[in-house]
């Protein structure tokens, strides 16, 4: 099987590190300007093109979902997730204070690049009643305060299985 020729795709990136960025500015450049005047878009041109190669040396590689299919059943996870949530820390916050057990846990991660951990952290406060607190310097932990806990094992668990294990699935990081 031919694989896809990707030299135009490099040449393009070597001298415009990152094109969609490029595109991206120019269009916010010119709608902010609410204008399509040639000196804006001129204007809009360059700065498109000398951001990009400033921030280069910031830019790190990222991994690509596997599948679309996977990232849009992570979603719906995390909808469902978010609604479930609701009505729960609803249900708590109506009931007595002293009723509630808030607790600091200390998730063990397998994942280890950044934006898969960021992803993790971000779902994790996303649903109501967790919010992610640190992630330790080795990146082995991630700190998560709930609201309100029966069971620590648990809620470790339910993590791992429904938010981590599919965040390495969808960013091919199994085993």
Same mark, same amino acid.
């Given at each position: 099987m031919n694989k896809p020729d990707k030299s135009a795709d490099s040449a393009l990136t070597g001298w415009l590190p990152n094109p969609g960025l490029s595109v991206m #500015?120019?269009?916010v450049w010119l709608l902010l300007n609410n204008t399509i005047a040639p000196g804006h878009i001129v204007l809009g041109g360059i700065i498109a093109f000398i951001i990009p190669l400033l921030a280069r040396p910031l830019m790190?590689?990222?991994?690509?979902a596997r599948s679309v299919i996977l990232v849009v059943r992570y979603f719906l996870v995390l909808l469902v997730d978010i609604v479930r949530s609701n009505i729960e %820390?609803?249900? #708590?916050?109506?009931?007595?204070m002293h009723a509630l057990r808030p607790t600091?846990?200390?998730?063990? #991660? =397998?994942?280890? =690049? =950044?934006? @898969?951990?960021?992803?993790?952290?971000?779902t994790i406060s996303?649903?109501?009643? @967790? %919010?992610?607190?640190? %992630?330790?310097? =080795?990146?082995?932990w991630l700190y998560v305060h709930a609201l309100h806990i029966g069971n620590d094992e648990d809620l470790v668990g339910e993590i791992k299985e429904r938010y981590e294990r599919p965040l390495k699935e969808i960013y091919e990081c199994l085993k």
């Amino acid at each position: 099987m031919n694989k896809p020729d990707k030299s135009a795709d490099s040449a393009l990136t070597g001298w415009l590190p990152n094109p969609g960025l490029s595109v991206m #500015l120019l269009a916010v450049w010119l709608l902010l300007n609410n204008t399509i005047a040639p000196g804006h878009i001129v204007l809009g041109g360059i700065i498109a093109f000398i951001i990009p190669l400033l921030a280069r040396p910031l830019m790190t590689p990222r991994p690509r979902a596997r599948s679309v299919i996977l990232v849009v059943r992570y979603f719906l996870v995390l909808l469902v997730d978010i609604v479930r949530s609701n009505i729960e %820390v609803a249900i #708590l916050i109506c009931g007595p204070m002293h009723a509630l057990r808030p607790t600091m846990l200390a998730i063990p #991660l =397998d994942l280890q =690049d =950044d934006l @898969t951990i960021t992803l993790l952290a971000s779902t994790i406060s996303l649903t109501p009643g @967790t %919010v992610s607190a640190e %992630v330790s310097s =080795d990146k082995k932990w991630l700190y998560v305060h709930a609201l309100h806990i029966g069971n620590d094992e648990d809620l470790v668990g339910e993590i791992k299985e429904r938010y981590e294990r599919p965040l390495k699935e969808i960013y091919e990081c199994l085993k």
